[in-house]
Structures are given as structure tokens and as C-alpha cells.
């Protein structure tokens, strides 16, 4: 039992003093905002690959194909899994590539830039918003005297944490740049969180991941975290217990046993 209780405030299991929030979907409503530019982007492709093979078009679906093969991953590593779950290899590009690269010839990589343009055009219109409920939590985890640490895939991490203000909130941030920059694999690996973990100083089963992306889940379960708390923003929560989580909420603000 912790001295003073502040895991249990958190509906936290005992022992785990840090936090590990992913952000798209935990912390803020980006994950539709991803899975809108992935499902533009896929279907343009999509729709020029069959012109050329004379194959029936299949849409990028935004529930199935983004839960399965895109949500949680690296940016590159979401383009190379769902486009091998229809039988197409690119070739991998460079970080160069453009995003307006003419379909036939595309890249990962230029498929991801791509992607990542629509994306902020998209955030550029529409701004961030951030989940209250999150937010509230963030708070009482800091003011509880919990380490928090944000690990996403997001190589647009710290962008979405400044304009939205959460970046005084967290202590530390492993992100898409981070992994790019250390060589880490990606969710559903769990060398992201451990990162997190060790920028703050716990050990595994001392911290609780927070995810609602079944790759993320994954990850906290093969990581040996303290807690893998689901975050189901969209029906999901039966797979995110099955591939991982421990506790399934639709708000963080359930656990501060607030009503929701
Ligand atoms: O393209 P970015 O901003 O680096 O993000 C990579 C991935 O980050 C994850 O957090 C999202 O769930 C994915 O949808 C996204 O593709």
C-alpha cells in the first residue's frame, strides 16, 4: 500500500507512482483527426492503384483498418501494415519525399508526408481539443504527486501538447521524433513506455499506461506495467481488453470516480 494512498485516489492499483499517457484519443480528440487524413490519404492511393491494376476499389475503413493495422504505430510503420493487409509493397523513399509525389510513383515515406500535410491542415482549421476529463486527471495525478511522462507515435507530439497547454502538466516525452532519434521500435512493442518509464525514473510495474489503441495495450502488456488502463472513445473496449488492458474506461474522469 502507498504511504499515502495516492494511487488508490486515481483508481490506481497500489505501488504505481507514474503515469504513461498516450495522447491521440487519451488526451486529445487527434486520434479521429489521424484517422480522417489516413482514410483521405489511403483512398486517393487506393483509387489510383485500381485504375492502374484493374482491381475492385475497397475503401480504407475507418473503424476496422485503423484500429487493426494504423492506430498507435509510427507514422511509416501505419502505411507499410495496412498496405500489406491488401498485398501492396512500396519501396521506402527518404524523409524528402514529397507529399504531392505522384501516386504511381510514391514512397512510404512520401505516402507519410502526405498524410502528415493533410493532418495539419486539418488541426490548422479545426484546432485540438483536449479531453476535460484528461485534463482533470493530469491535474490530480500532479497535485497526488504521480510522475507523468507522455509516450505517443506522434512525431507531432510536442506541437499538440504546447498548443493545447498540457505541456506544463507532464514531466517528461518520448514521441515519434524520440523513437526516429533512438533507433526504439514502435507500439505494439513496449520500447516506447519503457522509455517513458526510465525518463521518469520507475520502474515498469510501477507505472500505469494509458492507451486506446490496441497496438498501445499490446505494448503496456508486454511491458509488464503496472496497470494498461483502455481508453474506449469509440465501442472498443471489449478488444482493447483482449489485447492487453486491464481496466477498460470511456473517461479518465471515471476514474477519479467522477460520473460520466
Ligand atoms: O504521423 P504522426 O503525427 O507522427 O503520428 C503517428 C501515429 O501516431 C499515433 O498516435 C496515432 O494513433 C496514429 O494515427 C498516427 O499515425
Redesign the pocket.
Known amino acids: 500500500m502507498d504511504e499515502d494512498g495516492s494511487a488508490e485516489v486515481l483508481g490506481l492499483p497500489d505501488g504505481v507512482t507514474a503515469c504513461l499517457f ?4 487519451v488526451l486529445t480528440n ?2 479521429a483527426v ?2 480522417k ?2 482514410k483521405a490519404t489511403f483512398d486517393g492511393f487506393l483509387r489510383a492503384h485500381v485504375e492502374r491494376t484493374g482491381e475492385p476499389f475497397r475503401e480504407f475503413d475507418p473503424d476496422a483498418d ?1 484500429s487493426t493495422h ?6 511509416a510503420d ?1 502505411v507499410r501494415d495496412f498496405l500489406a493487409s491488401r498485398g501492396i509493397h512500396l519501396p521506402e523513399g527518404g524523409p524528402d519525399d514529397p507529399a504531392d509525389q505522384p501516386y504511381e510513383d510514391t514512397t512510404v515515406a512520401g505516402l ?1 508526408n502526405r ?2 500535410a493533410d ?1 495539419l491542415r486539418r488541426i490548422d482549421a479545426d484546432g485540438v481539443e483536449v479531453y476535460e476529463g484528461s485534463r482533470r486527471y493530469l491535474r490530480a495525478a500532479r497535485d497526488a504527486g504521480l510522475r507523468r511522462a507522455v509516450v ?6 510536442r506541437q499538440v501538447l504546447e498548443v493545447t497547454g498540457l505541456a506544463e502538466l507532464v514531466e517528461a516525452r518520448v ?2 521524433v524520440t523513437l526516429q532519434e533512438e533507433h526504439l521500435a514502435g507500439k505494439p512493442a513496449p520500447d516506447s513506455f519503457l522509455a517513458g518509464a526510465r525518463a521518469l525514473g520507475v520502474a515498469p510495474e510501477q507505472a500505469a499506461v494509458f492507451e ?2 490496441l497496438s ?1 495495450v499490446q505494448a503496456g502488456r508486454a511491458g509488464g506495467f503496472g496497470a494498461v488502463v483502455g481508453v474506449d472513445r469509440v465501442g472498443h473496449g471489449a478488444a482493447l481488453r483482449e489485447h492487453g488492458a486491464s481496466v477498460v474506461v470511456t473517461d479518465l474522469s471515471q476514474l477519479l470516480g467522477e460520473d460520466r
Open positions: 498516450d495522447l491521440d484519443g487527434t486520434a489521424h484517422d487524413a489516413w485503423y494504423v492506430d498507435g504505430k509510427p507514422r501505419g507519410g498524410k502528415n493532418l505517443s507515435s506522434s512525431a507531432n507530439t514521441d515519434g486506446d489503441a498501445g
